[in-house]
């Protein structure tokens, strides 16, 4: 049997489609990611504000304390 012959433009009109589908997707993977990094920013600025409220109730004179942790006992001691 001889292989039936294609049209010289099936398979590049398939090819094409197959290329408009995974643009299509990630046009909407990158909508997505673009959503979700909007929403992480907003995120981390309440954060920042948060903090930098927080630093300015504690008292502006105390040093940082330095902790080692060599010096404090696990809880199970």
Known sequence: ???TPHAPGADTEQRLTELEIKASYADDLLDTLNQL???QQ???DLLLREVGRLRQQGDPQAAPAVRNLRDELPPHY
């Open 1 to 3: 049997m001889t292989p």
């Open 37 to 39: 990094v909007a929403r």
């Open 42 to 44: 907003e995120q981390i």
